[in-house]
């Protein structure tokens, strides 16, 4: 081989090489990489919840990439731990994480209010899942969230004539007795199922309610209250760790009366904590995935490992209107809160989606649930 020719393989070797190294960069350069954030309680008393639903945005997010390969997005998880005092700590770092250009969540009403100020300044579009509050979409509140704030959910002001009515339901002269936790979201529920109760036939409020810290573990004053009242129906409105706490105490006491809760205790876990005590119970959420259908639940199982939970159909929706923004161009806050704001579609299970111009959703309600056989039991619509 003569000294010519050896050159000219080197040569060629040298372009062959540095063509690879521009066709493996422009490949690498045409995978699109984009986040978004999933905030609620991932530790912690009501981690159960915000692990449902983060699984559900990773379950979006996985199915996206999956189809869109051009594209590779992130999902940053951001802990709450459902606790407004977290949500202001963690709240300033996501807010200024610019390469987030979504949020679903907050979780939780009361985080969801600590955290609104560092999110409208970064200019981060919110859709929560499961935040029912309804003064964060009032415009004369503190609490508005917006232009940032959207949700997939609807609101208390709707949420507490369903309590009180499937609360109540085949109830004889239902005596009901509501106490909330002192947090953000359960003082205003437990007024909206207060005063939706005289319109309930047959039933009424006795005993003047409580309102008990949400670190409580002794509820015997509270017991000892509607024992006194005579109540045969208890509705709380707190969250599900310290529901199942109150239960087994309100079981032991040799309390039958009808256990009733919101969506705070809407959760499978409720039922593993409080065990036979929460036999029977009755709660307020929404539909799951397993309500869609059979076989979006066994997609789901089949994909992540794990049985969907409370919140999957709205976080799954929330994620997808945020990933079709991405696929729509729409790679900037800016351009993302403008395409949430106007957004029309339709989600999971042939929900229409869309939002009013306050943040809300503009349908939606809520369904009964009744734990039977320790199981979470959707029983329709309350209506």
């Known amino acids: 081989m003569n000294k010519n020719f050896q050159r000219s393989l080197a040569v060629i070797s040298a372009v062959a090489l540095a063509f690879g ?30 692990i449902d639903e983060i699984n559900a945005v990773k379950y979006a997010v996985k199915l996206f990439n999956a189809a869109n390969k051009g594209f590779n997005i992130k999902v940053v998880a951001v802990d709450d731990q459902g606790d407004p005092a977290v949500a202001s700590v963690v709240a300033p770092g996501t807010g200024a994480n610019k390469k987030i250009i979504g949020l679903v969540g907050p979780a939780y009403s009361g985080a969801t209010i600590a955290s609104l100020p560092y999110y409208k300044a970064g200019g981060l579009p919110l859709i929560s899942p499961s935040a029912t509050r309804v003064s964060l979409t009032k415009s004369d509140s503190p609490d508005f969230g917006y232009p ?99 239960v087994k105490q309100l079981r032991d006491s040799g309390s039958t009366a009808v256990f009733a809760g919101g969506d705070g205790v809407f959760n499978q876990q409720f039922a593993v904590l409080a065990g036979a005590a929460a036999e029977g119970s009755r709660l307020t959420g929404v539909a799951g995935l397993a309500d869609v259908g059979a076989k979006e639940e066994a997609a789901f199982k089949k994909s992540m490992g794990i049985s969907s939970g409370v919140y999957a159909v709205e976080s ?68």
């Open 148 to 246: 940032v704030f959207h949700r997939v959910v609807a609101t208390d002001d709707k949420q507490g004539p369903a309590l009180a009515k499937y609360a109540t339901k085949g109830v004889s002269a239902a005596k009901v007795f509501v106490f909330d936790d002192q947090s953000a979201y359960a003082v205003p529920l437990r007024g909206y199922v207060e005063a939706a109760m005289p319109k309930v036939s047959g039933a009424s409020l006795v005993g003047g309610g409580d309102s008990v810290p949400n670190t409580t573990t002794d509820f015997s004053p509270t017991i000892a209250k509607i024992k006194t009242s005579g109540a045969n129906v208890v509705i709380y409105t707190g969250y599900y760790s310290q529901a199942a706490i109150f």
């Open 316 to 383: 799954f929706n929330a994620a997808n209107i945020f990933l079709s923004g991405i696929k729509a161009g729409k790679t900037t806050r800016a351009a993302m809160l403008k395409w949430v704001t106007n957004y029309k579609g339709v989600g999971l299970g042939g929900a229409v989606l869309s939002f009013l111009p306050n943040g809300d959703i503009a349908t939606g309600g809520f369904s009964g649930f009744t734990i039977t056989n320790g199981l979470l039991k959707n029983t329709g619509p309350v209506k």
């Open 21 to 50: 190294a521009v066709s493996a960069s422009s490949a690498q350069a045409a995978v699109k990489t984009y986040s978004i954030a999933y905030q609620g309680p991932l530790s912690g008393g009501e981690a159960s919840t915000g």
